[in-house]
């Protein structure tokens, strides 16, 4: 949520009810006035004096059944091996839900596996003209399309179920 700054008026200089003007000080005719506040700034305006904050990673929530049908072999999820707890989670439902025939699993390691990496960035920037080069996974790529459906792990985790019930996706008898 963007912060808003606003700049609070100078205390006044008024004598105190105890002072009477001779004892305070001198005081110009303006200074016993009112101050009016001070404007406040647009929350979308960056200050002059303040650091720039890094863009925090876009999420995408594409969904499986809106905009993106059931098919099989048709999805690629991207998951990380570290100590991820996102990762986690989903590679323990992907295996639980029996979707190993249907949905290709890509596990990151970092250093290594370069084209498991380049062939996600691809999916990001076909996901959006405005990527700001962060890879964030757990992500669920569309391989028709080449792009990232979703990058929000309970929606992921969702959709994996919806999967695991499809009839296209349960295994053969």
């Keep these: 949520m963007p912060q808003t700054h606003v700049q609070t008026p100078a205390p006044s200089r ?8 001779a004892q305070g000080r001198a005081q110009s005719p303006a200074q016993g006035r009112a101050q009016a506040p001070a404007p406040t700034r647009a929350p979308d305006q960056p200050s ?20 993106f049908s059931p098919v099989p072999h048709r999805y690629r999820l991207y998951v990380a091996a570290d100590d991820c707890p996102s990762c986690l989670g989903i590679t323990a439902a992907f295996a639980d839900l ?34 700001d080069g962060t890879l964030t996974v757990p992500a669920l790529c569309d391989g028709w399309s080449g792009r990232v ?21 349960r295994p053969a008898p």
């Design 98 to 131: 029996g979707l190993r025939d249907t949905v290709a699993l890509t596990v990151l390691r970092s250093g290594s596996d370069p084209a498991g990496h380049d062939a996600l960035r691809r999916a990001y920037e076909a996901a959006g003209h405005d990527h």
């Design 48 to 67: 002059a004096s303040a650091p720039a904050r890094p863009r925090p990673a876009e999420v995408l929530r594409g969904r499986i059944g809106t905009g």
């Design 14 to 21: 008024a004598p105190s009810p105890a002072q009477s003007p």
């Design 149 to 169: 459906v979703s990058n929000h792990a309970p929606d992921i985790l969702e959709d994996l179920r919806r999967l695991s019930v499809h009839p296209a996706f």
